[in-house]
C-alpha cells in the first residue's frame, strides 16, 4: 500500500497535469453547447467593462467611418419614411397592425468579437436590463451578423454567423429557393449555402437573403452574394459559396430583432410537432 | 527570488496579458499568423521553480486569457500542456555543467542560440495543440500545421523583441 502511495507521489506532477487537461477539455465541450450555461465568458461584469473601455478608445479612432455609415443609413431611412408617408391626395391602404407590429428593432454596440477561430462570438453593450432576450437575430447595414447566445444585466454574447455551429434559414432572391448558410470555417468573408437541390438554376452574383422561415430574422435582410456553383460532393445538393455582405473585420454598430410572436409560433409548432432549424 | 523581482515579474505578467487581450487579440498576420506573446510569462519563469506551481501558474494564465478570448479551455488546454512539458525540454536541453540556481532562461542571460532551441519548439507545440483544438473536425491537417508554424515564427520574433527592449541585464557584460 505504501509503496503505491509512493508511486502515486512520484507521479504527481503528472496527475495534476492530466487533471487540469480534463478540466480544460470539460470546459472546451460545455462552452461550445450552444444550451450550456456558460459563466466565464466576456459578458461578466469585470471583463465587460474592461472590453467597453477598451472598444471606446478603439472606437474613437473610427468615428468618421462609423459617422459616414450613420449618415448613410440615415438617408436610406428618411427615403422609406417618406415612401410611407405619401402625399395626402392620393390613395392610400392601412398595413395590417399585426404584421406591422410582429418584428422589434433595437440598437447596441460591439465591444468585442473575434474573428480567427472557427467558433467566433461577439460581445454586445446592451444586456437584460435593455430588453435583450436570447435567440434575438443581430444584423447590421450590410445584412445578417448573429444570433444572440446569452445575456447578463448589462453585456450579451451573439454567436457570429462566422460560426461553424450557427445556421441561418436564407433563399435565393430571384429563385424564392430556400436553403441554409453555414459558415465553414475558412475564410471570413465566405460561407456555404446547404440544401440547395441540383435542379435549381443558381448562378454566380445571385442575392442572398434572409427567409423569414425561422422566425429569428424577417424576410430580406441580405445575408451575401453567391459568388461560385459547384456539383458538390452530395449527389443531391449544389456546392454554392456565398461572398457575406457584411464586412466582420469591421463591425461597429448593430441591430437586434425580436420576433414578438416567437413563442406563439414555437408552441404551435410544437403542438404540431414541427421541428424548426434556427 | 527577492520581493522585488517577485513584484517586477508580476508587473510583466499583467502587461503582456493586458497587451494580448487588448492589441493582439484580432491580429491576425496575412490571415495565419497569430501571436500568443503571453506565452513569454512562461517560458521566463525561473529554471529553479518545481512542477506544480509551474503547472498552476500555466493553468491560470490560459485561463485568464481564455475568459477574454470567449474561447473558454483552448488557451487554458494548450498553456498546460507547456507548463507540463518545460521542465523536461530544460532538462534535455541543459547547458553542460547543469543550470545555476539564479538562472532566468531568457535571451539575455543564455543567448540566441539556445534560446532558440529551447522556446521555438515548446511555441510551436502551443500553437499546433491550440490549432488542432480549435480547428477539431473543422479544417484539413495542412491548414492547422500552415497556421501553427507561421504562428510560432511570429511569437518567437515578437519574444526577441520584447527580451532586447524591456528585459534588463542583471550583471554586468
Known sequence: MLRILQFLYSLRSFLLFVLLEL????MIVANNSPQGAAFFNSSTAVTGSIL???????????LAEANQKLIEQNAALMEALTNLNPPTDSVTFELDSAFAATFKFKSARVISQTLRFSQNHLTLNKGAKDGVKVGMGVFNQDGVVGRIKTVSENYSVAISLLNTGMLVSSKIKTSEVFGSINWDGRLANEAKMLYIPRHVKAQAGDTVVTSG????????IPIGVIKAVGPGENQNHLDITVTLSSDFSSINYVYLVENTQLPEIDSLQQEAEVINEY | MNIRVIISFLLMAFVLILVQILLLKNLALFGVALCFIYLLIILSIPVTISHIPLILISFGIGFIVDIFYDTLGIHTAAATLIGFIRPYWLKIISPTGGYVDSTDPDLKEMGIGWYFTYAMPLIFLFSLAFFLIDQWGTAGLFGVLNKSFFSSILTFVLAILVQLLFFKRKRGI
Not at chain 1, 23 to 26: G, K, P, R, T, Y
Not at chain 1, 213 to 220: A, L, V
Request: charged share 15%; net charge negative; hydrophobic share 50%.
Open chain 1, 52 to 62: 467597453q473601455t477598451q472598444s471606446d478608445v478603439v472606437d474613437f479612432f473610427s
Open chain 1, 213 to 220: 422561415f425561422s422566425s429569428i430574422f424577417p424576410e430580406g
Open chain 1, 23 to 26: 478540466v480544460a477539455i470539460w
